[in-house]
C-alpha cells in the first residue's frame, strides 16, 4: 500500500521555463510534507517542506503547493536550469503518530535540458 | 564538511555474511534515522533513535537486522546472514531534536551494499 504517490517517473523540461512535480498521498493524518532532491551516487538532499496548516511555501526558484482536500502537492521550480537535474522525493510525515517517520515516494526523474 | 558521514560508501559482500554499516550524524543532532533504498523504489523506514529513549524498530525487515547507537552519536547497523534480497543502499540521516516542531531529516550519501 503505498501511501505517498509521485506517478510521474520522469519529467523534461527546457531550461528557463517552469517544472511541476507532483505528489498525491493517501494517509489523512499526514501533515507535513518535503521535498528532497538527489543526485546519483549522493544521499538526498532536503529543499523545501510544508505544514499542514499552509497551503504555500516559497524558497527561492522553489515553491510547495499543498491542497489538503484533494491530498495533492507539488513542487514549482522557475526558472528551471540545468544543474536543478536530478531525482525528486515527496515525503511525509504525520505528528499524531509517529512525527519523524517519513514516508517517500519512489522519486521522479527531472531533466532540464540547456 | 560537517554532514552525516557513512561508511563504507560500498560493500560487496557474499551471501550468509554479516555486514556493519557506520553512521556519524550531524554534531548537535539528537535524532537518528535509518533508510534503505531498494533499486526502483522510495526510501524505506528502518530506524529511529531518540537522545536516551528506547528506539523505534518498527520499520526493521527481520531480525537478523539490528542497530545501536552508543554514547548517543555514532550508529552501527548489522545485518546478520545476508540474503540477496538485503541488497540496496542504506542511508543514514539525523535531525535536531523534534520538541514538537517538525525538523527536516538530513542525509548521508548512503553504503551501496550489493550481496553476492
Known amino acids: 500500500d503505498q501511501q505517498v504517490k509521485q506517478n510521474s517517473p520522469s519529467l523534461s523540461v527546457q531550461e528557463g521555463r517552469i517544472s511541476i512535480l507532483n505528489c498525491d498521498y493517501t494517509?489523512?493524518?499526514?501533515?507535513?510534507f518535503l521535498w528532497y532532491k538527489k543526485y546519483p551516487a549522493e544521499g538526498p538532499t532536503f529543499l523545501i517542506s510544508?505544514?499542514?496548516?499552509?497551503d504555500k511555501n516559497e524558497d527561492g526558484r522553489f515553491t510547495v503547493f499543498l491542497n489538503k482536500s484533494a491530498k495533492h502537492l507539488s513542487l514549482h521550480i522557475v526558472p528551471s536550469q540545468p544543474g536543478d537535474s536530478a531525482v525528486y522525493f515527496c515525503?511525509?510525515?504525520?505528528?499524531?503518530?509517529?512525527?519523524?517517520?517519513?514516508?517517500f515516494g519512489k522519486g521522479t526523474l527531472l531533466t532540464v535540458n540547456p | 564538511g560537517a554532514g552525516v558521514s557513512q561508511s563504507p560508501s560500498n560493500k560487496v559482500t557474499e551471501k550468509g555474511k554479516d555486514v556493519e554499516l557506520r553512521c556519524d550524524p550531524i554534531?548537535?543532532?539528537?535524532?537518528l534515522y535509518w533508510y534503505r533504498q531498494s533499486l526502483g523504489q522510495g526510501l524505506e523506514f528502518l530506524i529511529y533513535?531518540?537522545?536516551?529513549?528506547?528506539?523505534?524498530k518498527s520499520g526493521l525487515p527481520s531480525d537478523r537486522f539490528s542497530a545501536e547507537r552508543t554514547g548517543g552519536s555514532v550508529s552501527t547497523l548489522t545485518i546478520q546472514r545476508t540474503q540477496q534480497e538485503d541488497s540496496a543502499v542504506y542511508l543514514c540521516?539525523?535531525?535536531?531534536?523534534?520538541?514538537?516542531?517538525?525538523?527536516?531529516?538530513?542525509f548521508g550519501d548512503g553504503t551501496r551494499l550489493s550481496i553476492l
Open positions: 494517509n489523512s493524518m499526514f501533515d507535513y
Open positions: 533513535f531518540q537522545g536516551n529513549s528506547a528506539p523505534d
Open positions: 554534531s548537535g543532532h539528537t535524532a
Open positions: 515525503a511525509a510525515s504525520a505528528s499524531i503518530t509517529s512525527n519523524y517517520k517519513l514516508t
Open positions: 510544508i505544514s499542514s496548516i499552509k
Open positions: 540521516a539525523s535531525s535536531l531534536a523534534m520538541g514538537g516542531n517538525n525538523q527536516p531529516q538530513h
